[in-house]
């Protein structure tokens, strides 16, 4: 009879100054995944993150529904930020179908994924606070996330899933007077996330917590395959926005946030500076956005596949970089759809950065890679 | 930076906003305010209108029965049935209107946009709890109301910072 058991559920034997522990998957620090560590007193020996407690089959799922349906359920995995989820989706299922998309609907939907990035940002900022023992740090991002999600909820009509980008455009125009309320709230948010420069980044008590923790170097950063603020955080200059431009973005300014450090703080820092540049793309967006035209191309309700065909597009949501690869068979559902996420790449460097660190920096470590949970289980 | 001039930077940057209006909204007393009167689609030019997506609201002097906003719904959240109704119209023959369960629904709006003849809109209603099941499936009679949404407060922005004013 085989009675092996799932690795860590298995009784080892282990030293005996070593113990194992599970943090997780109820563990309000963990999220809904469990990390299993073994430690020698305070320090971490080994860890062994095991995630896919909310796996949901979104993958096998849009086999089933057509490329119109299969809106409302992708952009689950990330409810805070389902326009950029949707977004390489979106792209792809564009280039299957020979969409040309108006220019208004483009400009649109680089406002929308910025903001919704910001959202999600401020979210993850208000965990990590939380997670150091910092309430002001989760009360302020919590409250100000407010003004965005307003703002979205103008725009989209929910204010999360928000099921806005639709393949050829946008699912509705923009309300009356929105530009102003837009610059407004936009200008007011970046006053705002400005001061947490004091009271969080700036503060001895939060780097002496998290600099020099975790340091992921240069080189194991690209060996590992981690992406966006992980990658940029350990010095390589590598923005989608920038390296790959998708949509208007070849037409926007935008500058890439690097940071040579590679340890927690800097893997911190680069998600707010992100905030802080998104703010300028909303605002050049709003600028050079066409005052007027159409915003969604008419498409047949259940629009086909010219035959076999792949395409793969990828974005820069607020973990990394996010694909869509999508197979088409010339039926009205995608044969084949494998997203692939940011943050189960940067998952991968957890047990390469936690070894050796003590129990205390795991949550400082942890959050710092920008990692969330259901989208990694997909 | 000296670590006693960061830390008094970082508690008097907290400080300050004792002085600073409250921003959180007092919910059940106030109520957010909305544009427009919730979302809508024009299937001559295809593209909505924007507003939020509430309960929805259906005209019965519109809907033919045509069971494509029940389609859409389809792998989506299956949310809606078509039912009879007792009323007879000419438009309406075969006498079914689509009857909405509030416990699926999950407010993408499709339905909306494969509506072709104006029948089907969502309001600014979000308050939907109820003490039972059954109670948050709504036939065509309950959807044809038009709800009543207070609305009161907006974000305001002042020097001194934002509120729910």
Partial sequence: MNNELPPGLALQKVDERIMTLNVGPQHPGSGHMRIIVQIDGDYIVACDPDPGYVHRGEEKMAEYRNYITNIPHLERPVIHDSCNILYPYVLGVEELLGIEVPERAKYIRVIASELNRCVYTMYWLAIYGIFLGHSTMFMWPAGDRELLIDLLEKMTGARVTHAHFVPGGIRNDLPPNFEDVCLRQVNYFEKRIKEYAAIFYDNPILIARTANTGVLSRQDAIRLGTTGSVLRASGVDYDLRKKEPYDVYDELDVHSNVMNEGDSYARSKIPWLDMLESCNIIRQALQKMPKSGSVRVKLKPNPKGKGFDSVYKRVESGRGSLGCYIVSDGKPEPYRLKLSVGSFRNLIALPYLLKGEKLGNMPAVYWSLNYWPVEADR | ?165
């Fill in chain 2, 1 to 165: 930076m000296n670590t006693a001039t960061g830390i008094i930077k970082a508690l008097n940057s907290g400080i300050k906003h004792l002085a600073i209006k409250r921003f959180t909204l007092r919910y059940p007393e106030e109520k957010l305010k909305f544009v427009g009167d919730g979302y809508q689609f024009d299937p001559s030019t295809g593209v909505g209108i924007a507003g939020y997506k509430g309960r929805h609201m259906l005209f019965h002097d519109h809907c033919t029965g045509c069971q494509l906003c029940s389609i859409a719904c389809e792998g989506v959240a299956e949310a809606i049935a078509m039912v009879k109704v007792p009323e007879e119209y000419k438009h309406n023959k075969k006498a079914i209107m689509p009857q909405i369960d509030y416990g699926k629904c999950v407010f993408c709006g499709l339905c909306v946009d494969a509506c072709p003849f104006y029948a089907l809109y969502m309001t600014n209603d979000y308050e939907l709890s109820s003490f039972s099941k059954e109670g948050l499936i709504y036939t065509p009679a309950q959807l044809q109301v038009k709800p009543f949404v207070s609305q009161d407060s907006e974000i305001k922005i002042t020097d001194r910072g934002a509120t729910h004013g």
